[in-house]
């Protein structure tokens, strides 16, 4: 009787820290041997000129989520974790989004109803804080932290959602509290709002006038701003999306001094750029997304970020609206004023596809920092690890096996997201995945897909270890405690 389900033979195995030869015995779903010539499994894949990673973790997604404009988002749990898996991507943490005034729990529950029967891979869930009062702060936040929802979402803008600065601070002595992690979306909302006013009243409303009206010095300030009022009580945050090297700089000034502040940033800030607003037609709308991508010499800046580890995740904000859809980037008024074409873009199955191809490939980062930035760093600042995020001994056998020299060129009639565009259109890539493993069943095979909507589990996240505060607040903790 074979002890193994399955043996991937003979393969390369990258984890954050090691590239290394040989085989992974997988039984029950986990991982149970790593060495050579292992015995032979009831199932055998040969992995010769493959690398097998840790599937990915995209820990930033939008699926199914509420809004406040009547815009839709065009995936849904089935839809978005397909495209997920198909990308190479095991683990997927989308949000429960609060409505002003609603418990917590509230919010949880409806995600948790939308993800049931549809998602093929695992899922967690981070939480947006669209309500910090004392009442939700005291009791709700406790209790889901101690649930497994150990994340929260603030936004510095939007008016559905945004906190105000005093806020901010009680969601950050509750998040010191519990150890629990908070994500910012850092943006300057009233000078978003004066300047969108001032194009408006200018006739400057075209697609392009949304960068605009969200300069690099609008998420500059709100980073600066998010970062002094974690540094004023000694809570750890990661900045979500950065866009611009300005907002990286400052979080390169916070590390430098020591503090822990975590960054992420995405695909389209790589990839994307102003120039790309200028497209014709509408064509401008598909890039339409907050923080806007920069001009293209910010690009390299962000890679720089990434090779320096200043970034420690890089997620697709997957936030994917139609691009022909009255529900989408057509919504009524979007062609009369860029403040009302849905802000997003689709990216949850290109994320690693572009990341290897143009990141690993072209000499950008290394293997193993590919596998920090794409799943091992999201497992340990969320909670996840070392169940997920590895190859070791133990773990669940998520695993992606990749072709290093696969040439690929991106259309969006390869995708398996329910999007009518991809904003990477015709990109030549090297380098692609070609299986799937969740939990140790295949659920992707050479672009086929298997598994059933359904079969993928919610993981509770633990207090993350990288939420611990330091222990050193700049004012006496007794006063907020
Ligand atoms: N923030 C996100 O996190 N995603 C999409 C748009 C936005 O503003
Ligand atoms: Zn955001
Ligand atoms: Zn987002």
Excluded at 250 to 276: H, K, M, N, W
Excluded at 372 to 397: E, M, Q
């Amino acid at each position: 009787m074979a002890e193994y389900d399955l043996v991937i033979r003979n393969t390369t195995i990258a984890t954050a820290s090691d590239v290394v030869k040989g085989d992974i015995g997988i039984a029950g779903g986990r991982v149970v041997a790593l060495g050579e010539r292992l015995d032979k499994g009831r199932r055998e894949i040969d992995g010769t000129g493959r690398i097998a990673v840790p599937g990915g973790i995209d820990a930033h997604v939008h699926f199914d989520q509420d809004t406040a404009d009547g815009s839709v988002f065009c995936d849904d749990f089935e839809s978005g974790s397909r495209a997920a898996a198909a990308g190479g991507t095991t683990t997927i943490i989308p949000f429960a989004y609060q409505n002003k005034g609603q418990p917590l729990r509230d919010a949880v529950n409806k995600y948790h109803a939308r993800a049931e029967g549809k998602s093929l891979i695992d899922y967690a869930f981070h939480v947006i804080l669209s309500d910090a009062s004392e009442k939700i702060m005291g009791q709700d936040f406790t209790a889901l932290v101690a649930d497994g929802y150990t994340s929260f979402k603030v936004y510095m803008t939007y008016d559905d959602v945004k906190l105000t600065d005093r806020e901010m601070l009680d969601a950050l002595a509750a998040a010191r509290r519990e150890q629990a992690m908070l994500m910012i979306h850092a943006e300057n909302s009233d000078c978003i709002t004066w300047l969108t006013e001032r194009l408006e009243l200018k006739g400057m409303t075209a697609a392009k006038f949304h960068a605009t009206s969200r300069p690099f010095v609008v998420e500059r300030e709100a980073t600066h701003r998010a970062i002094s009022l974690a540094e004023l009580l000694d809570v750890p945050m990661l900045l979500v999306h950065v866009s611009a090297k300005e907002a990286m700089h400052e979080i390169q000034r916070a590390q430098a001094r020591g503090l822990r502040v975590y960054g992420e940033t995405c695909p389209q800030y790589l990839f994307l750029s102003e120039e790309d607003f200028e497209k014709p037609g509408d064509e401008g709308a598909k890039c339409v997304c907050s923080p806007p991508p920069r001009g293209t010499d910010n690009q390299e800046h962000i890679w720089t970020g990434l090779a320096a580890n200043t970034f420690h995740v890089l997620s697709s904000d997957h936030a994917a609206f139609k691009f022909d859809d009255v529900r989408g980037k057509k919504l009524p008024g979007a062609r009369e004023s860029f403040r009302k074409i849905p802000n997003g873009v689709p990216g949850v199955e290109t994320r690693l596809p572009l990341l290897f191809s143009e990141g690993v490939n072209k000499g950008r980062i290394s293997l193993q920092q590919f596998v920090a930035l794409s799943s091992t760093n999201a497992a340990k600042i969320y909670g996840l690890h070392p169940r997920k995020g590895t190859i070791a001994v133990g773990s669940d056998a998520d695993i992606v096996l990749w072709d290093p020299e696969r040439k690929v060129s991106l259309t969006n009639s390869i995708l398996h997201h329910n999007c009518d565009y991809t904003p990477y259109e015709g990109r030549e890539l090297t380098g692609y995945p070609v299986m799937t493993l969740s939990r140790g069943e295949v659920v992707m095979d050479e672009g086929r897909m298997s598994g059933s909507a359904g079969r993928g589990r919610f993981q509770k996240c633990d207090r993350p270890e990288a939420a611990r505060p330091r222990g050193r607040p700049l004012i006496d903790p007794s006063i907020f405690n």
